[in-house]
């Protein structure tokens, strides 16, 4: 299948990703935190946008989706139990459907923790996930609204995806994610070799996003939580696995 994937930087450090289908000429989004660096990448190479997909309501994934539709007049979607805080949707979506974008199945993954609204779609057949601020490269999302058990849940879904998938994440945050991952698992050597090729990469003003889910089943201390030496880390030794998790997610929001 002829998919290409654009990784898009919006703002500070968000990103939006484009999947375009050249043998349909159709054209994907997802999340829009500034519609110009999008239109912009449309236009130049004349891809035609056909649907906006939407991870979550918060304004920096969402702020030009009403400039976007209406230069392309592209369909929304989003999750119907987060409509309210959504744009417009022409299509609301619910865990577990399965809808057809550029002919291919979109799976549809409840991924609360983040916000409670939160969604990722997997598109099985491609290989992509996007994640939005769910799963994150070396990391994931504050709980601005979800709780530890929520996020943990959510996090062993997204886990549970072929190793091979492609994590598209919203945000350019992955050296920080692994300087704090580090802190943790000193030790572990494909860490130490994703911090320097991630460190390398920035230095050039590449992106790190997306990643691999087998990086991050490796790297990620957040999907880690069940390891004994992230609970030693910790001093969680025989908690719970998500009293660890939360006390690992403590610890990232002061570092």
């Given at each position: 299948?002829?998919?290409?994937?654009?990784?898009?930087?919006?703002?500070?450090?968000?990103?939006?990703?484009?999947?375009?289908?050249?043998?349909?000429?159709?054209?994907?989004?997802?999340?829009?935190?500034?519609?110009?660096?999008?239109?912009?990448?449309?236009?130049?190479?004349?891809?035609?946008?056909t649907h906006i997909l939407l991870t979550h309501h918060h304004d920096d994934h969402i702020a030009g989706v009403?400039?976007?539709?209406?230069?392309?007049?592209?369909?929304?979607?989003?999750?119907?139990?987060?409509?309210?805080?959504?744009?417009?949707?022409?299509?609301?979506?619910?865990?577990?459907?399965?809808?057809?974008?550029?002919?291919?199945?979109?799976?549809?993954?409840?991924?609360?923790?983040?916000?409670?609204?939160?969604?990722?779609?997997?598109?099985?057949?491609?290989?992509?996930?996007?994640?939005?601020?769910?799963?994150?490269?070396?990391?994931?999302?504050?709980?601005?609204?979800?709780?530890?058990?929520?996020?943990?849940?959510?996090?062993?879904?997204?886990?549970?995806?072929?190793?091979?998938?492609?994590?598209?994440?919203?945000?350019?945050?992955?050296?920080?994610?692994?300087?704090?991952?580090?802190?943790?698992?000193?030790?572990?050597?494909?860490?130490?070799?994703?911090?320097?090729?991630?460190?390398?990469?920035?230095?050039?003003?590449?992106?790190?996003?997306?990643?691999?889910?087998?990086?991050?089943?490796?790297?990620?201390?957040?999907?880690?939580?069940?390891?004994?030496?992230?609970?030693?880390?910790?001093?969680?030794?025989?908690?719970?696995?998500?009293?660890?998790?939360?006390?690992?997610?403590?610890?990232?929001d002061n570092f």
């Amino acid at each position: 299948m002829p998919i290409e994937l654009l990784t898009i930087p919006c703002l500070r450090d968000n990103y939006a990703f484009l999947l375009h289908d050249s043998d349909r000429d159709e054209t994907v989004c997802v999340d829009v935190p500034e519609s110009g660096p999008i239109m912009a990448a449309l236009s130049a190479r004349k891809w035609t946008l056909t649907h906006i997909l939407l991870t979550h309501h918060h304004d920096d994934h969402i702020a030009g989706v009403a400039k976007l539709q209406a230069f392309s007049d592209a369909k929304v979607v989003g999750a119907a139990a987060d409509a309210a805080r959504l744009p417009p949707l022409d299509i609301e979506v619910t865990e577990g459907d399965i809808f057809k974008v550029l002919g291919t199945p979109v799976h549809v993954i409840d991924t609360p923790g983040h916000t409670v609204g939160h969604i990722a779609f997997h598109f099985p057949e491609t290989g992509h996930a996007f994640t939005g601020d769910t799963l994150m490269a070396g990391g994931c999302g504050r709980l601005f609204e979800g709780t530890p058990a929520q996020m943990w849940n959510s996090l062993q879904k997204l886990a549970a995806l072929p190793p091979e998938t492609l994590i598209c994440s919203g945000h350019e945050y992955t050296e920080s994610n692994l300087r704090f991952a580090h802190s943790l698992e000193p030790e572990n050597p494909a860490l130490i070799s994703r911090l320097d090729t991630t460190e390398e990469a920035r230095a050039d003003g590449r992106p790190t996003v997306p990643s691999t889910l087998a990086e991050e089943l490796a790297t990620n201390p957040f999907l880690r939580a069940d390891r004994p030496n992230l609970r030693q880390a910790v001093g969680l030794p025989d908690a719970p696995v998500v009293e660890v998790f939360a006390a690992i997610r403590e610890r990232k929001d002061n570092f």
